[in-house]
């Protein structure tokens, strides 16, 4: 009997173990909450990966969004229709961008341990025609006071950039 739960509790133990492992390998942060991970950004340059596991003492900060840049938009005729998702909520958009375009978003949204933006070009938004995931940007909480970043989005033969900061919450 005590045998078997301390068995049961040390292959526990490793599997924990080897979870955290490759957290950690995917992306170096401090902390991170392992329910607010995105899944895998909708393309190539689409951003990292998770983060590792951590409790709710994660740093809090909230995430400006500036602007927007177009350089090469994903629909063959015409602009896209971007729209963005923090933390996969739509907190701006749709705008109509060709390219070489850009427009100044200024909003912005609250994150701890990690956060994510996500950016969409939107079409018909059911079948046969989904909106198009371009790209996943990865926030962690040591961008906080960093100044002005940028991401990149490349999902999909689209081309984007956004600008944005950091402030601690
Ligand atoms: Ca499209
Ligand atoms: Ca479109």
């Given amino acids: 009997m005590d045998v078997d739960l301390t068995r049961r509790r040390r292959r526990l133990a490793h599997r924990l173990a080897a979870g955290v492992l490759a957290g950690a390998g995917l992306l170096a942060v401090t902390a991170g909450s392992a329910t607010a991970l995105p899944p895998p950004g909708g393309g190539?340059?689409?951003?990292?990966?998770?983060?590792?596991?951590?409790?709710?003492?994660?740093?809090?900060f909230t995430v400006v969004v500036e602007s927007l840049l177009c350089h090469v938009t994903e629909d063959w005729t015409g602009p896209d229709e971007p729209y963005l998702l923090g933390n996969n909520v739509r907190f701006w958009g749709n705008g109509s961008l060709n390219n070489e375009q850009s427009v100044n978003i200024d909003r912005s949204f609250d994150g701890q341990g990690t956060a994510?933006?996500?950016?969409?070009?939107?079409?018909?938004?059911?079948?046969?025609?989904?909106?198009?995931?371009?790209?996943?940007?990865?926030?962690?909480?040591?961008?906080?006071?960093?100044?002005?970043?940028?991401?990149?989005?490349?999902g999909d033969g689209a081309s984007y950039e956004i600008e944005y900061h950091v402030d601690p919450r």
């Fill in 44 to 60: 190539d340059g689409g951003g990292g990966g998770g983060g590792g596991g951590g409790g709710t003492s994660a740093p809090k």
């Fill in 116 to 154: 994510s933006i996500k950016l969409y070009d939107a079409d018909l938004g059911a079948w046969p025609d989904y909106d198009d995931p371009l790209g996943t940007v990865i926030v962690t909480a040591d961008q906080v006071n960093q100044g002005t970043l940028t991401g990149e989005f490349k």
